[in-house]
């Protein structure tokens, strides 16, 4: 089973390639950001939209979408 990969600021700069990179590597990559970006969609990987990584209301809805799911490398782009 592939590992799971959560990064957070991946619709642009470090964050996207890190996603591209990532995924590369057969990581299941979930792509958190404020908002998307045509680059992050065309990788074909779970993006998690509306991700404000300052605000803990949105943190709380981010954990909600992850669910049970066991997060084994988080990078925290921003
Ligand atoms: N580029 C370099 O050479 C370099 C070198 C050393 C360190 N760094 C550091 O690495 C980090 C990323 O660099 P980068 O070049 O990839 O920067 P970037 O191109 O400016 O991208 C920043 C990312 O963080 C997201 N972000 C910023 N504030 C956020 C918030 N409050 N909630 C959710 N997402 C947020 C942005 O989303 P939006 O599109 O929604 O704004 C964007 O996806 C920065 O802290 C930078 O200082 C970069």
New binding site residues.
């Given amino acids: 089973m592939s590992k799971i990969a959560l990064v ?9 390639e890190l996603c591209a990179q990532l995924k590369q590597r057969d990581f299941d990559v979930i792509a958190a ?3 998307s ?1 045509p680059a992050l969609d065309a990788l074909g990987v779970e993006v998690i939209e509306s ?4 605000d803990l209301k949105s943190i709380a809805g981010l954990v909600a979408k992850l669910s049970d799911r066991h997060v084994d490398l988080n990078a925290d ?2």
Avoid: A, F
């Fill in positions: 957070t600021g991946s619709n642009r700069g470090i964050g996207l950001c404020r908002q970006s991700v404000e990584v300052s782009i921003k």
